[in-house]
């Protein structure tokens, strides 16, 4: 088996190398910041934490801890700091139940805040009166270089900055995960006042490794674990039929002369729908396909082997558990080819407005619930109850060359209308909302006027079971009360009203 000592180029790092029980009890603060790398459930550390949910029910010791992350993290990573009652305000994505479950009931304080937009608030100080100041950065990694640069695993997102401003690195190196991830990473960060220096998808401009002096590095610890559960579902007939309306959709661009073969770059969010478009792209008629997002689903490697894609810029590459087995062997089996293809960049830089723009991405993404005008909640059920982070869908949704949402029309056996008469909670405005896609069909929102895109929406999205009790609703909305966005307020939220007393929309 491979030592440790093999992947620590800088050899006065051996020092630091550390039982992780030490490290939570000599290293980590009881009461401060810390900030953990991963994004998408990948590359989260997981053996600190569950060190500290350990040493917190031995010792019988308290941590309170403001918990920085760069998206969703590894249940490793909430599960064990909920377990030791350890976290008192959280950042930014979370989708674990257990954290969210601390949110709701307003033990745990959390700010929902845009992926991109992270990483700004944090360079320039807008947490420290709050947070103070990272103490520590706890990352995954590779290997570490001789300079102490630290080579990522899977994952870039906001490890840069974290380990930038951190006072102090632990580095868990990934002895699962080859070396030979090295020169997949392009490492840039912005600067102020000056334009961002790429121009192709697939260009390289900044290093492969992340720089942090070797001072600050703390402690190196071994992890021999991979993500535990990685799933935010399987697909089913309905996520088929969802991505097949899409492609008739953009099937359509491409005879009406406004997309060509190619198509502009695409982004997709993790989950069902992203891993089928992957797979549909396999067998797709278009070529020389671009792809701009910030999670990469591992099921676009099936494009880039059907030469259906040239080129992949992501922060993160995310692997579901039932992928795991048969593609991450073939990714890594293949990773001096997927290196040429596939290009791993910081938060900062994927969700950047200024690059969504310039490459007309055409962001693709999920949602909670929309409403017959086009308002999109990506986060909350029943108004309160928050069920995940808004990721950066709204940071591709704004500067994308087409903003197009994607769901079900229904969820829970037809009990839930995924359509309503009113969102009960606004992430995305109307006016950030292109297309909306179901399994049903797709709405062109395009120019069109609210009242235009509620006929469009409730004609062509909706659940059959669902569709005459929207109309009644707009109807009777535009004779009583008229207006610009018809709405009769005492009816708006009638759907989820019933759901309550009933438990179904129906």
């Not at 790398?37 to 500290?52: E, N, R, W, Y």
């Not at 198509?263 to 278009?286: E, R, W």
């Not at 709204?394 to 037809?414: C, K, P």
Request: hydrophobic content about 40%; some cysteine.
């Amino acid at each position: 088996m491979e030592d440790l000592t093999e992947r620590i180029k800088c050899k006065q790092l051996l020092n630091v190398i550390s039982n992780p029980s030490d490290v939570v009890k000599d290293v980590l603060p009881r009461k401060g910041t810390i900030a953990w790398g991963g994004l998408g459930q990948m590359s989260t550390p997981k053996v600190i934490p569950a060190f500290i949910a350990k040493y917190v029910e031995e010792s019988g010791e308290k941590f309170e801890l403001n918990v920085y992350t760069s998206g969703s993290a590894a249940s490793e990573l909430d599960d064990s700091l909920i377990k030791a009652n350890a976290v008192k305000r959280r950042y930014i994505f979370q989708n674990n139940p257990k954290i969210r479950e601390k949110i709701d009931k307003g033990f745990v304080h959390y700010q929902d805040i845009w992926l991109g937009e992270f990483g700004r608030q944090l360079k320039y100080g807008f947490l420290d009166d709050l947070c103070g100041s990272i103490d520590i950065a706890v990352v995954e990694a590779v290997g570490i270089e001789k300079d102490g640069s630290i080579i990522p695993s899977l994952s870039v997102d906001n490890m840069p900055l974290f380990v930038q401003l951190a006072r102090k690195v632990i580095v868990e190196v990934n002895m699962l995960r080859p070396m030979k991830l090295s020169g997949m990473h392009d490492i840039y960060s912005c600067k102020y006042r000056e334009p961002i220096p790429i121009t192709e998808v697939g260009q390289r401009v900044g290093l492969s490794s992340i720089p942090c002096s070797p001072q600050k590095i703390v402690a190196i610890v071994p992890s021999y674990l991979t993500e535990g559960k990685v799933f935010y579902g399987e697909p089913t007939i309905i996520e088929e039929k969802i991505v097949e309306n899409l492609f008739d959709f953009l099937l359509s661009e491409v005879s009406k002369g406004r997309l060509g073969k190619s198509l502009y770059p695409l982004q997709t969010g993790a989950g069902p729908v992203g891993d089928v478009i992957g797979h549909k792209l396999a067998k797709s008629n278009f070529d020389n396909v671009q792809v701009w997002t910030e999670i990469l689903q591992i099921s676009y490697i099936d494009a880039l082997d059907a030469d259906k894609i040239s080129a992949i810029s992501t922060s993160s590459l995310y692997i579901p558990t039932y992928e795991r087995d048969r593609r991450e062997k073939r990714l890594m089996e293949n990773l001096t080819e997927y290196k040429k293809h596939i290009v791993l960049r910081p938060l900062e830089i994927t969700n950047s407005h200024e690059l969504i723009t310039r490459f007309n991405v055409i962001s693709m993404n999920q949602a909670v619930e929309t409403d017959i005008y086009g308002f999109v909640n990506m986060s909350h059920v029943l108004g309160g109850s928050i069920v995940n982070g808004v990721g950066g869908s709204g940071e591709f949704a704004r500067a994308a060359y087409l903003s197009i949402f994607l769901m079900s029309s229904t969820v829970r056996n037809d009990k839930i209308s995924r359509i309503v008469p009113m969102v009960t909670h606004v992430d995305i405005p109307d006016h950030d909302v292109d297309v909306i896609v179901t399994e049903n069909g797709w709405a062109d929102l395009r120019g069109l006027s609210p009242r235009e895109r509620a006929k469009e929406i409730i004609e062509k999205c909706v659940s059959p079971d669902y569709k005459d009790d929207l109309w009644s609703y707009f109807d009777e909305a535009c004779k009583k009360v008229g207006g610009h966005m018809p709405h009769i307020l005492s009816k708006a939220f009638l759907f989820h009203e019933k759901f309550i007393e009933t438990g179904s929309m129906k």
